[in-house]
């Protein structure tokens, strides 16, 4: 992976990870409504999740690249069209306040964590998206245990980073996505990021 590859992913991800959704609320609500060790044993579920899907897509992208050969860049060409079609539905959407659906769940700290993980592995959707990022800041054919590492640290950075960052600010603020203002312009850069990168994976095969 090159600079320019690992910086774009990055970014990308990192703005993924911020955008107000079921996982966000969850880290809010049991944040706020519990306390803060609560908050960020959601946050390590949450991204205990995001990497066992990271590393199902990574698999399961080098076993195609290896029985496909050649039609593997149909598989990409398809990969850049879902990354457009749902950078398009991101620009689209409009934000939903999630957060009072879990701001009465109970449970310690395992329970926050189990939370987490089990909210990030009902969406079958994120493996799909993950299977169809990677190809366009990875060469899947070469792909090599520095690379694996590097996607991983950045999920980790990342998911994990955002999560926490809800976690400590929502112990002091409840509504922090509303009183930012901000779901809707960060839904804005981040469906634009998907279309280019899509734009950008299409171009690259």
Do not use: H, Q
Not at 13 to 32: C, E, F, H, N
Not at 33 to 61: E, H, P, Q, W
Not at 93 to 120: D, I
Not at 151 to 178: D, H, P, Q, S
């Amino acid at each position: 992976m090159s600079l320019f590859d690992v910086s774009a992913l990055f970014i990308i991800m990192i703005m993924l990870a911020a955008i107000p959704s079921t996982s966000v609320a969850l880290v809010v609500a049991r944040s706020a409504t519990m306390n803060l060790a609560n908050g960020v044993a959601v946050s390590m579920g949450i991204m205990l999740g995001d990497l066992i899907f990271v590393v199902l897509a990574i698999l399961g992208l080098t076993a195609l690249s290896e029985l496909m050969g050649g039609f593997f860049l149909a598989v990409k060409v398809a990969a850049g069209v879902y990354l457009i079609w749902f950078g398009i539905n991101l620009i689209r959407s409009r934000a939903t306040n999630l957060t009072c659906k879990y701001s009465s769940t109970g449970g310690g700290l395992p329970a926050s964590f189990l939370a987490g993980l089990f909210v990030t592995l009902g969406d079958i959707k994120a493996i799909i998206f993950y299977a169809s990022l990677f190809p366009a800041f990875v060469d899947i054919s070469a792909l090599t245990l520095l690379d694996i590492a590097i996607i991983l640290f950045i999920t980790v950075a990342t998911v994990g980073g955002v999560k926490l960052a809800y976690a400590f600010a929502a112990t002091k603020v409840m509504t922090m996505g509303r009183e930012f203002g901000a779901e809707n312009k960060v839904r804005l850069a981040s469906g634009a990021l998907m279309v280019g990168a899509g734009t950008y994976l299409i171009a690259r095969t």
